[in-house]
């Protein structure tokens, strides 16, 4: 399962080419939360802005030709222990307001793909290196954007 970050380092061409290749020829999965995060980042981005256009377009093709047999959805459970681990790491860790709220996606992500028996790509080493020390049967992939 791939994390929001990954969508945006293939758009800034910032994806290094193992990570492609490997993208390339592993079966993704892509969680409703990530793709939640990327809408979000469709409607903030500025109308009058050069570089909308070209944006909003990656966006867009990315969201509209995920396939929906391939998406998970946090459920119950994920929801709680993503809770939790949030609210453990924020307290811990003194994250910011808006550090909370994205830290609480991140946790959604990897309780969705650890209940789904996925692992999962990232780019995000901090926050998901904590979590990971909470919930050690997750399985998550990390590389550097080039």
Do not use: W
């Amino acid at each position: 399962m791939i994390d929001t970050c990954v969508y945006i380092d293939a758009a800034r061409g910032k994806m290094p080419a193992e990570v492609t290749a490997f993208v390339a020829t592993s079966q993704i999965h892509h969680c409703s939360m990530c793709l939640g995060e990327l809408a979000f980042a469709l409607g903030r981005l500025d109308p009058q802005d050069a570089r909308t256009q070209e944006q909003a377009g990656f966006i867009a093709d990315v969201i509209m030709h995920v396939p929906g047999h391939r998406v998970v959805e946090p459920d119950d459970e994920a929801f709680i222990e993503a809770g939790m681990a949030a609210g453990i790491l924020a307290r811990t860790q003194n994250y910011t307001h808006d550090g909370r709220r994205k830290l609480l996606n991140d946790a959604l992500a990897l309780m969705t793909a650890r209940k789904c028996g996925l692992v999962l790509l990232t780019a995000n080493i901090v926050d998901f290196d904590l979590l990971t020390q909470l919930r050690t049967d997750a399985q998550v992939i990390y590389y550097r954007p080039n």
